[in-house]
T-cell receptor, first 115, second 115 residues
Framework: AQSVAQPEDQVNVAEGNPLTVKCTYS??????LFWYVQYPNRGLQFLLK??????LVKGSYGFEAEFNKSQTSFHLKKPSALVSDSALYFC?????????????FGTGTRLLVSP | EPEVTQTPSHQVTQMGQEVILRCVPI?????FYWYRQILGQKVEFLVS????????KSEIFDDQFSVERPDGSNFTLKIRSTKLEDSAMYFC?????????????FGAGSRLTVL
């Protein structure tokens, strides 16, 4: 069964510094990987996805993520953090080879960007 | 931008009572989902729905749960006899297609508190 691990409950970074939010996954076949962000009192908003091809995926709000098959990782990155990036970030995976539709989410990582 | 809307935003109920959570998916989407998040835990898949029937469900989605699309716009989740452990944030989502790298659009969630 597919699974996702987000090893950090919280990441703290100063505004202007680069940020990384970590995610590792486990699937039986080829993964489709996603990052979602949740702001207070809002639903999960799609940031970016990896399907195939280029391992570096660019998404909304200047975020990018790097797919690393050998390390089974899909870390979220941003070169320069903003205070407004403070939110809860979820990594998710779909194992298309299983034929299932569901997304499996990680437990989430709270990003706190200080001024 | 089209969005998924959910009502109520918060519902408090007594154990054993029936609860209906409502969702209005994006109008041209064909696939509908319910997820839940127990406080401090991961976002969990409950059920997916297409063409007026359940297409996939998790082990959480037992006989106490049901879903319905009663009128072509609403998508509801019913819990027949709530338990304390049903207390969670329930997220509705919809998508244009079910497979591959298709993106789910989530609502803001309905917080259910069972006393």
């Amino acid at each position: 069964a597919q699974s996702v691990a987000q090893p950090e409950d919280q990441v703290n970074v100063a505004e202007g510094n680069p940020l990384t939010v970590k995610c590792t996954y486990s699937v039986s076949g080829n993964p489709y990987l996603f990052w979602y962000v949740q702001y207070p009192n809002r639903g999960l908003q799609f940031l970016l996805k990896y399907i195939t091809g280029d391992n570096l995926v660019k998404g909304s709000y200047g975020f990018e993520a790097e797919f690393n098959k050998s390390q089974t990782s899909f870390h979220l990155k941003k070169p320069s953090a903003l205070v407004s990036d403070s939110a809860l970030y979820f990594c998710a995976v779909r194992d298309l080879n299983t034929g299932f539709q569901k997304l499996v989410f990680g437990t989430g990582t709270r990003l706190l960007v200080s001024p | 931008e089209p969005e998924v809307t959910q009502t109520p935003s918060h519902q408090v109920t007594q154990m054993g009572q029936e609860v209906i959570l409502r969702c209005v998916p994006i109008s041209n989407h064909l696939y509908f989902y319910w997820y839940r998040q127990i406080l401090g835990q991961k976002v969990e898949f409950l059920v997916s729905f297409y063409n007026n029937e359940i297409s996939e469900k998790s082990e959480i989605f037992d006989d106490q749960f049901s879903v319905e699309r009663p009128d072509g716009s609403n998508f509801t989740l019913k819990i027949r006899s709530t338990k304390l452990e049903d207390s969670a944030m329930y997220f509705c989502a919809s998508s244009e297609a079910s497979v591959g790298a298709n993106v789910l659009t989530f609502g803001a969630g309905s917080r259910l508190t069972v006393l």
